[in-house]
């Protein structure tokens, strides 16, 4: 059974920084796609960003402030989110996607929580 398990939230003042592990398990294949989502109270889930064997994606929201990176072999994604601001808060789902002939396949984490405050 695939498990996906996220690390690294916490309260951190603006400005600080905080860097999200997300270690997957479970599995015998690599995922096409890993990337981190983000939901605040009240709000929809969206992308913060995601990233392949050949590119990153960023939501504008995190462009500049957050990078995203992935060890292979660990199966293991990162964000490294700096300059955080009071709306960053939220927390932060950790997503990979396998995609076969059959179709595609999303996996999710529990979530970590990142709170900017000070």
């Known amino acids: 059974q695939v498990q996906l398990v996220e690390s690294g939230g916490g309260l951190v003042q603006p400005g600080g920084s905080l860097r999200l592990s997300c270690a997957a398990s479970g599995i015998i294949f690599s995922f096409n796609v890993m990337g981190w989502y983000r939901q605040a109270p009240g709000k929809e889930r969206e992308l913060v960003a995601t990233?392949?064997?050949?590119?990153?994606n960023y939501a504008d929201s995190a462009k500049g402030r957050f990078t995203i990176s992935r060890d292979n072999a660990k199966n293991t994604v990162y964000l490294q989110m700096n300059s955080l601001k009071p709306e960053d808060t939220a927390v932060y789902h950790c997503n990979a996607v396998r995609v076969v002939p059959a179709g595609r396949f999303d996996y999710w984490g529990q979530g970590t929580q990142v709170t900017v405050s000070s």
């Open positions: 990233i392949t064997s050949s590119s990153t």
